[in-house]
């Protein structure tokens, strides 16, 4: 069963924009990560926050995560073609050794 | 390191029939998981080893499904008979860490299609 709901669903920009994209889960969890899926490849992995962090960030991206509201956030700035992909949110659930996926942002960047 | 490898890329059979999807997990992972992606339901975790030993089946939808890891190099999925509504990209994907979880590194997926 999904645990992590996307929002929005999908999502176009132009290149240079912000993009942001919501997860919404229920349960308590361990960790929230965030992985990126080009079309036709494999999930790759941009980024883990753990359960007592508020803000991470790596590159471009910045991740939030608000336990009270069971939220996080990811935010891509100054966005390239090459960020057109989906992006996922993934929740280690508290107690359980397995990772749960929502399902995904399509996001597009146009030149 | 090659990273996952999964085989075939993408396999065509027709219903009723045997298919086996094959994994290589990266070395010195502990952790080998099977997901199932689908446009209806996203992904699904199939089943999950942790160093060869099953751990948690209960993804596994139902008995025409089978997994196996006979070592820490090699894993499979087995659908027999499969069935349309198996049609899906599978995904292996590996974890290097003791004790959790972490991030997973997946491979390319096996697209599955079951006319």
């Known amino acids: 069963s999904q645990q992590g709901e996307e929002d929005p669903q999908a999502l176009s920009i132009q290149e240079g924009e912000n993009a942001t994209m919501n997860c919404s889960y229920k349960t308590s969890i361990n960790n929230l990560q965030w992985y990126r899926q080009n079309s036709g490849r494999g999930l790759v992995h941009l980024i883990l926050?753990?359960?007592?962090?508020r803000e991470k960030h790596s590159g471009r991206l910045r991740v939030t995560l608000d336990t009270s509201k069971k939220s996080s956030s990811l935010l891509i700035t100054a966005s390239r073609a090459a960020d057109t992909a989906s992006y996922f949110c993934?929740?280690?659930?508290?107690?359980?050794?397995?990772?749960?996926f929502g399902k995904g942002t399509m996001l597009l960047v146009s030149p | 390191d090659a990273g996952v490898i999964q085989s075939p890329r993408h396999e065509v059979t027709e219903m009723g029939q045997e298919v086996t999807l094959r994994c290589k997990p990266i070395s010195g992972h502990d952790y080998l998981f099977w997901y199932r992606q689908t446009m209806m339901r996203g992904l699904e975790l199939l089943i999950y080893?942790?160093?060869?030993?099953?751990?948690?089946d209960s993804g596994m939808p139902e008995d025409r499904f089978s997994a196996k890891m006979p070592n820490a190099s090699f894993s499979t999925l087995k659908i027999q008979p499969s069935e349309p509504r198996d049609s899906a990209v599978y995904f292996c994907a590996s974890s290097p860490y003791r004790g959790r979880i972490g991030e997973l590194f997946f491979g390319e997926g096996s697209r599955l299609t079951v006319l």
């Open positions: 926050i753990r359960s007592n962090e």
């Open positions: 993934a929740t280690e659930n508290s107690g359980y050794s397995t990772l749960t």
């Open positions: 080893f942790n160093n060869n030993v099953p751990i948690d």
